[in-house]
């Protein structure tokens, strides 16, 4: 995170508007993505019976009940972060082990879906303006912004989704690995946990997750990218 803070600095001495434009745009997409990956958890929880997300007001598009002030950051500057987990109660499901299943993979099924609907759109964009490549110069004024919103909006969700299937508490990922891998048996004491999750944290505020994840994130996005654009 530290090392975007000059980068942001300059470019916003050298193009205050439109890199404030740019920051709006991105935090917008980033508002959107987890705010949708958390209310799927919701959602799918609640038609396996779980009620306890509608009753503590978190099937809502309100970013205040969703969003985490830490992963925000990290996902407005590491392209990687996390919203607050939405609560649930498994002795509501009504197959344990299946609905666990099904809440667990909501949120990162949605990204994805957003993800390619994305790229999609981006694809659609660029060859109805008769360009072949992916590529920001080429446009300029509303285009230019909506073709960079359409972007962030594919980069965020399969970041998000990337980032979620990472096996740490209290990620979707854990909770997946626990069920396929242990059977539901994997556990961790509280002391436990929270040394993983700050070793996790620290990861995250240096970077050490970044170069990863985006080198993951790279590879998926331009292969869909790819086979988008040969289909259509």
Not at 153 to 159: V, Y
Not at 196 to 205: D, I, P
């Amino acid at each position: 995170m530290l090392s975007s803070i000059p980068e942001l600095i300059q470019n916003l001495r050298a193009n205050p508007v439109d890199t404030l434009i740019n920051l709006l745009i991105m935090f917008a997409a980033i508002l959107i993505c987890l705010m949708i990956h958390e209310c799927a958890h919701g959602y799918m929880a609640l038609l396996c019976g779980d009620p306890t997300a509608k009753l503590r007001g978190r099937l809502t598009f309100d970013p205040r009940k969703h969003l985490d002030p830490v992963g925000t950051l990290c996902m407005l500057f590491l392209r990687i972060g996390w919203a607050k987990p939405v609560p649930i109660n498994p002795r509501y499901f009504r197959k344990y082990r299946r609905d666990y299943i099904l809440v667990s993979c909501a949120g990162i099924i949605v990204n994805l879906i957003l993800f390619v609907i994305s790229t999609v759109l981006m694809v659609l964009f660029l060859k109805y303006a008769g360009i072949q490549y992916l590529s920001f110069p080429f446009f300029t004024g509303w285009k230019k912004y909506l073709f960079t919103f359409i972007y962030y909006l594919a980069q965020m969700n399969l970041g998000l989704a990337v980032f979620n299937l990472l096996p740490v508490p209290p990620l979707d990922g854990f909770r997946l690995l626990d069920q396929f891998a242990f059977n539901g048996r994997l556990s961790m004491n509280r002391r436990m946990m929270q040394i993983v999750q700050l070793v996790f944290l620290v990861a995250c505020l240096t970077g050490l997750l970044n170069g990863l994840l985006s080198r993951v994130s790279g590879t998926i996005f331009s292969a869909v990218y790819s086979a988008v654009d040969s289909i259509l």
